[in-house]
């Protein structure tokens, strides 16, 4: 299924040896609304249909929370789904928490974003969900090579992603 219906149903069991989990030191959420494009994930069920075109907008509301629009594509056809996120540090910005079925919340921690903010990496305190997100369809090689390595200094397998096919916009 999507990026946000895979975040709301997060909780498998970490591994015990693994330093917690850091994320980024602040995020304008002002900047960080808009069009972000899959590049690449770990596998996981909720999104196992989605063949492609992997995109997550977000628009920030009125009374602070985010407004989450979640696309693919599935054999062809466009699948969304809408959530809500909530800032859950208020002093970072840099972990919310989604839900697309209230009452039910997912971890979304924001772990690398680029100054310019034309990058960013997801994931969750247990490591079993991991997103790399462009504000463009594509990423070039020596970027791509560089957030495997901040991955890997994370606690995470980058052999675990899977790239994300985008088609020509």
């Not at 002002?30 to 972000?36: E, L, N, P, Q, S």
């Not at 909720?46 to 907008?57: H, N």
């Not at 504000?135 to 995470?156: F, N, V």
Request: aromatic letters at 12%; proline letters at 5%; one cysteine or more.
């Amino acid at each position: 299924m999507l990026l946000g219906l895979l975040i709301t149903v997060m909780g498998l069991n970490a591994s015990t040896t693994q330093q917690p989990l850091s994320t980024v030191s602040s995020v304008d959420l002002k900047r960080y609304v808009g069009t972000w494009y899959e590049i690449a994930r770990y596998p996981n069920r909720f999104q196992r249909k989605c063949t492609g075109d992997v995109t997550a907008k977000y628009a920030l509301r009125d009374d602070g929370k985010v407004d989450v629009l979640n696309s693919c594509s599935e054999g062809g056809k466009l699948n969304q789904a809408k959530g809500t996120a909530k800032v859950a540090d208020s002093q970072t910005n840099s972990k919310l928490r989604v839900t697309f079925f209230w009452p039910f919340y997912g971890d979304y921690w924001i772990l690398d974003l680029a100054p310019d903010y034309s990058y960013a990496v997801v994931g969750e305190p247990k490591r079993q969900y991991l997103w790399i997100l462009s504000r463009s369809p594509r990423m070039d090689a020596p970027t791509y090579d560089k957030l495997l390595e901040k991955i890997r200094s994370l606690g995470y397998d980058p052999a675990g992603l899977v790239k994300t096919a985008q088609s020509d916009r």
